[in-house]
RNA sequence: GGUCCCGUGGUGCAGUUUGGAGUGCACGCCGGCCUGUCAAGCCGGAGGUCGCGGGUUCAAAUCCCGUCGGGACCGCCA
């Protein structure tokens, strides 16, 4: 149907009769000589028409096919925003091989007028025909084939698992589609491939990819969507540096593609130490600024907000210059987080502190403090008093805000870590009382997750100290993937069920076909998995993945192009058995 | 479940604080003119339930209440 691809054409084409196939991306009609920017998947050339009649009833987005003969543009004529601005193709003949209604936003974006998301989305196949739409989903396929180099190198077998599984008590919300052919029994959709990858390590796969779907029925966010996609990956024999070493190699993979070559190895840091110094289990590693624990400095304070299980600070360069206003305005970012307020001295030119909270110290207090949490004269000091982890993650907030507000963020920094030594298990409760009973721990990553050797004799004693053999990998503050070693052993697996308040007849009949395999042999095994749709975003460079998804949902998970979700008919209804009333003993 | 922002011809905005005729800007659309443009240009024109419902008022895009939709954040998301 063509003989080239519009962007292809050169210098070098000069006096070629072509056929070419596009879009009217825009016209321009002089009444007697018209040019025509044909746009195909390539990019554009100039057409250009001699024949009023012909060119002029064509309109934006029109599909056409052209005959013609590639020429020299005129001296002076040359377009050098054009990949083809040295050419252009006189028109023999032109065919509207389909018209275009009148579109519902403009294609050719300008600066000025932007789209909003809701409207792109809703026509997202006219929005794709914008070069800038589309090479985010062209990198996403780039980055997919990437990744599937380095593991098909390294012997790994890609292997499909259903989507139709069974309801699991993980973490989040499940989907669920009814089963017709047994009314009052629903599938699941799977949060994530995890048990049945296990189950392929047991059935001797030894190394296993999937670029899978997932779904969670929570609510959405910039960075999540009900359905998104994990590079997933499990591995047998290995320990927690060779699924480091393999991830660094697929990243390093990724990140070429942008043009980055990331330095190995990633850094790490403990779990404790991220918390510690960034109040973050995923901290953003392109700034400095780290927390100080000032919790011994206040241990026997008269100021009553300090008197707390936990005072930590930050400190904001130069930010005793801050209006009223500012500091007032920090205060009301602390109340939107839930917290009461966020005091802070300033450090004036002289040294001296101010502020409200200054008064309330001791002289002793205030003489070391500035030393203490190294600021210098000019700076703002947050603090943060109360229980130890929402101190913290306050504090680690505030971090990031500072890091925003004093721009000390290099946009075109990546900062890898990995985060490794995770604690095993969390209070179920929100508070940091320790004294809580047993049942009341929740897996932080998930109930697969092998204790550390060195604590396999106490975490069912003392889960609170107990770590996982877990590792994040962390780019510029996001989570892009994590994994764990697993637990092979059959009865590991239920001590930590135990220590989850899962008993048995509950673990045999949730996990009952994972617990079955385990006893046939299950080898040592490792994974982890990928964020696919952030990673994709991170190196597209867009904020959000909706950027990434060739067809995203909206915040209320609706699908502005499909209408999706939509009601059914009675019929569908009664057909997919969705009234069906369960059993009285079926359990809930 | 909670907080905040947005909703005005097809698109993107201004107008809302301080109520006074659907007022304005840019793009697009339709018609005309135009033989070297490239965001073509010039002239003319059409196009509106100011998201929806209620209230206050002589009068509401504007103020109040509710609701729907979109976005961001907190909770939630192993």
């Known amino acids: 149907m063509r003989t080239h691809r519009n962007g292809d054409l050169r210098a070098d084409h000069v006096g070629r009769e072509v056929a070419l196939c596009g879009w009217v991306a825009r016209r321009r009609d002089h009444g007697g000589v018209a040019f025509i920017d044909l746009r195909d998947a390539s990019g554009v050339v100039q057409v250009v028409i001699h024949d009023e009649a012909v060119a002029h009833p064509l309109r934006s987005e029109f599909c056409l096919r052209i005959e013609g003969t590639v020429r020299r543009r005129p001296e002076g004529n040359d377009n050098p925003n054009l990949a083809t601005g040295q050419v252009e193709v006189e028109a023999a003949s032109v065919e509207v091989l389909s018209e275009s209604a009148v579109l519902p936003f403009p294609i050719e974006e300008h ?40 593991l098909l190198a390294e012997g790994f077998v890609e292997v499909e698992t259903p989507t139709l599984t069974r309801s699991t008590p993980e973490g989040a919300r499940d989907f669920v589609v009814p089963a017709r052919l047994q009314p009052g029994s629903w599938y699941a959709l799977p949060q994530s491939p995890q048990l049945f990858k296990q189950l392929l390590m047991v059935a001797g796969l030894e190394r296993y990819f999937q ?35 393999l991830g660094e190699r697929i990243v390093v993979a990724l990140w070429r593609l942008v043009g980055h070559e990331i330095a190995l190895p990633i850094p790490r840091i403990t779990y404790a130490d991220a918390m510690r110094r960034y109040g973050s289990d995923k901290p953003d590693l392109r700034f400095g600024v780290e927390l100080v624990d000032c919790t011994d400095y206040f241990a026997h304070t008269t100021f009553r907000v300090f008197q707390a299980a936990h005072v930590g600070a930050v400190v904001m360069p130069g930010g005793a210059s801050q209006t009223r206003k500012q500091l007032d305005g920090w205060q009301d970012w602390a109340k939107a987080r839930g917290a009461k307020g966020l005091a802070y001295v300033l450090v004036d030119g002289d040294g001296e502190l101010g502020g409200p909270v200054a008064k309330n110290l001791t002289d002793a207090e205030r003489d070391g403090l500035a030393a203490h949490v190294g600021a210098a004269p000019g700076d703002a000091i947050f603090f943060g008093a109360g229980p130890v982890r929402s101190t913290l993650a306050l504090l680690g907030a505030a971090r990031n805000e500072i890091g925003r507000r004093c721009d000390l963020i ?8 990995w985060v490794v030594d995770a604690p095993l298990f969390e209070p179920t409760s929100e508070t940091d009382d320790v004294a809580v009973g047993a049942g009341a721990w929740t897996a932080v990553h998930h109930a697969f997750t092998s204790p550390k050797p060195e604590c396999l004799d106490t975490f069912d004693t003392d889960p609170g100290s107990a770590l996982a ?36 007849a509950e673990a045999e009949e949730k996990f009952g076909f994972l ?19 952030r990673v994709c975003a991170l190196l597209a460079g867009t904020p959000s993945i909706r950027e990434v998804i060739a067809f995203p949902k909206t915040g209320g998970g609706m699908d502005p192009l499909t209408g999706a979700p939509a009601p059914i008919t009675a019929g569908q209804r009664k057909e997919a058995g969705i009234d069906a009333v369960p059993e009285a003993d079926s359990g809930a």
């Open 111 to 150: 600066e000025a007028t932007p789209v909003t998301d809701e409207v792109r989305y809703r026509h997202r196949y006219l929005d794709l025909r914008r070069p800038g739409s589309a090479a985010a989903l062209r990198l996403r396929s780039d980055v997919n084939q990437a990744a599937r180099s380095v």
């Open 211 to 245: 670029i899978a779907r997932c779904y969670r029925d929570e609510d959405f966010r910039a960075d999540r969507q009900p359905e998104f996609t994990q590079l997933d990956i499990e591995m047998s024999f290995v320990v927690e540096d060779d699924v480091i070493a």
């Open 410 to 417: 290099d946009d075109d920094a990546w900062a890898f870590t």
């Open 469 to 504: 053999y877990a590792y994040d990998i962390v780019c510029n503050g996001n989570e892009i993937g994590g994994g764990s070693i697993r637990i092979h052993q059959r009865d590991v697996q239920a001590r930590v069920f135990e220590v989850m308040g899962l008993g048995e």
């Open 515 to 533: 617990l079955e395999a385990f006893r046939y042999g299950a080898p040592p095994h490792g994974g982890i998995a990928f964020g696919w749709d």
